[in-house]
């Protein structure tokens, strides 16, 4: 199962650096900065029909980005295992042995204080 998580891993990032060159490739309808990036070579590819193929070609990675990270998500969300396990996590036994910070109701509880009333201010 290992083999096959990490075989859509690396289908993932292949994906999405796809996606990105797919999207880069389009010309944008505002000018903008897909002319610089290679907006114009796409045309020289795909001819006349360039928007409706790269149109589709970005509409099919996004499916199967999605796709892709939706297996991913439930096949790596049931492995049980948590980051916090073996970590002691216990409060102190002596709560007296705690300090006693300014703004707190003493140890007993964590009730801050009211601030200090504002001065008013002179006009």
Same mark, same amino acid.
């Given at each position: 199962?290992?083999?096959?998580?990490?075989?859509?891993?690396?289908?993932e990032?292949?994906?999405?650096?796809?996606?990105?060159?797919?999207i880069?490739?389009?010309?944008?309808?505002?000018g903008?900065?897909?002319g610089?990036?290679?907006?114009?070579?796409?045309e020289?590819?795909?001819?006349?029909?360039?928007?409706?193929?790269?149109?589709?070609?970005?509409?099919?990675?996004?499916?199967?980005?999605?796709? @892709? &990270?939706? $297996? /991913?998500?439930?096949?790596?969300?049931g492995? !049980?295992? +948590?980051?916090?396990?073996?970590?002691?996590?216990?409060?102190?036994? @002596? &709560?007296? $042995? /705690?300090?006693?910070?300014?703004?707190?109701a !003493?140890? +007993?509880?964590?009730?801050?204080?009211?601030?200090?009333a504002?001065?008013?201010?002179?006009?």
């Amino acid at each position: 199962m290992a083999i096959f998580i990490n075989f859509l891993y690396i289908l993932e990032v292949i994906i999405c650096f796809l996606m990105g060159g797919v999207i880069l490739l389009q010309k944008p309808k505002g000018g903008g900065l897909g002319g610089s990036f290679g907006g114009g070579m796409g045309e020289a590819v795909f001819g006349a029909q360039m928007g409706n193929v790269l149109t589709k070609v970005t509409i099919i990675l996004a499916s199967l980005f999605l796709l @892709n &990270t939706i $297996a /991913l998500s439930r096949l790596t969300s049931g492995s !049980g295992k +948590s980051l916090m396990e073996g970590v002691r996590t216990e409060a102190p036994a @002596n &709560t007296d $042995a /705690l300090p006693n910070f300014p703004g707190t109701a !003493g140890n +007993s509880g964590s009730v801050p204080a009211q601030p200090p009333a504002m001065p008013p201010a002179d006009q």
